[in-house]
């Protein structure tokens, strides 16, 4: 199985920045994706990003290409979302995610981290 653990999100105003990582521990498969969702009060979940490992290839949602950036670190196996310029209606709660052995689907999420930006 593979554990992944969010960072402590936050309340920020407008404008902020706020840069959220995601460690991944256990087991992992091949050529996986990491990737970070979000969800908002009332709303469906929203893919925010991802990243494939082996190759670096990068997806951003389009509510957030230009100000947020995914990046990941091999050594420490850790997937980061620096978010930059946040808006109000970024307040979600922001969750890490791995594919599993399909390579497709989405199968090991974190718990979730709430990030609220006030204006």
């Known amino acids: 199985q593979v554990q992944l653990v969010e960072s402590r999100g936050g309340l920020v105003l407008a404008g902020d920045s706020l840069r959220l990582s995601c460690a991944a521990s256990g087991r992992t498969f091949g050529d996986y994706i990491m990737g970070w969702f979000r969800q908002a009060p009332g709303k469906e979940r929203e893919f925010v990003a991802s990243?494939?490992?082996?190759?670096?290839?990068?997806y951003y949602g389009d509510s957030v290409k230009g100000r947020f950036t995914i990046s990941k670190d091999n050594a420490k196996n850790t997937v980061s979302l620096q978010m930059n310029n946040l808006k109000p209606e970024d307040t979600a709660i922001y969750s890490c995610a791995g594919t599993g052995p399909d390579g497709h689907n989405f199968d090991y999420w974190g718990r979730g981290t709430q990030v609220t930006v006030s204006s």
């Open positions: 990243i494939r490992w082996s190759s670096g290839i990068i």
